[in-house]
């Protein structure tokens, strides 16, 4: 299994809401990340986790809260979201072992796209 | 941190010519330059990613140099198809990995 899976695929919540967006990988990677993407926009990088922990916070605001419950998932809290926030949210995970360990090749789920209404 | 600079931002392209796609990265720490293509409503797909202990790499139409000396390192592609039309993205970097601009190639029949 080569895939990192993303749901939902499509998500459009009220300003008051609390949702989750979820990410799994079975590739045996210890590395899992949160990109945000605005449209005609680069991938920013919102949080990494290493090993289970939290290892980078780019200053994401406290509405976003990332949990990493397992080696194999990593979700996204949502809460109190603004419409500003509306993005495609991109999952990613790194190989952390065996001779391909420092290849630094990021492994991309199809994303979730929220809206914020 | 790092800061990735990428030009053009849109390149237009007749089918059979080449490409050229450049970028520029601040942080001498950075070991790892890849690039992705993204389709319209789609994820990034790395097409070609390159080590800071190497120079160029080529994989079919598609080829990247690195100096990191400079600090800029860029991605060629040759005899281009209108599949190849899309948003292309440099980054650098190693656990984290960041994006430059991109550039929407365009290519003509």
């Known amino acids: 299994d080569t895939e990192v899976t993303q749901t939902p695929k499509h998500l459009v919540m009220g300003m008051t809401n609390k949702k989750s967006l979820k990410c799994e990988q079975h590739?045996?990677?210890?590395?899992m990340y949160w990109y945000k993407q605005k449209a005609k926009k680069p991938p920013e990088l919102m949080f990494v986790?290493?090993?289970?922990?939290?290892?980078i916070n780019e200053s994401v605001p406290s509405r976003f809260s990332p949990e990493c419950p397992n080696s194999s998932l990593l979700n996204l809290h949502l809460h109190a979201l603004q419409p500003e926030d509306s993005a495609l949210y991109l999952c990613?995970?790194?190989?952390?072992?065996?001779?391909?360990?420092?290849?630094?090749?990021?492994?991309f789920g199809e994303g979730s796209r929220l809206t914020v209404l | 941190g790092e800061n990735v600079e990428q030009h053009p931002s849109t390149l237009s392209v007749q089918e059979g010519d080449s490409a050229v796609i450049k970028c520029t990265y601040s942080?001498?720490?950075?070991?790892?330059f890849p690039w992705y293509k993204q389709e319209l409503g789609k994820r990034p797909q790395l097409i070609i990613d390159?080590?800071?202990?190497?120079g160029e790499k080529k994989d079919q139409r598609i080829a990247v140099t690195l100096n990191k000396t400079a600090k800029h390192f860029s991605l060629h592609i040759t005899e281009t198809q209108p599949e190849d039309s899309a948003v292309y993205f440099c980054?650098?970097?190693?656990?984290?990995?960041?994006f430059g601009t991109g550039t929407r190639l365009l290519v003509s029949p």
């Open positions: 390159i080590r800071s202990n190497v």
């Open positions: 986790y290493s090993y289970e922990k939290l290892s």
């Open positions: 942080d001498s720490a950075s070991n790892y």
């Open positions: 590739m045996g990677h210890r590395a």
């Open positions: 990613a995970s790194r190989r952390t072992s065996g001779v391909l360990a420092n290849t630094g090749e990021l492994f």
């Open positions: 980054a650098a970097g190693f656990q984290k990995l960041v």
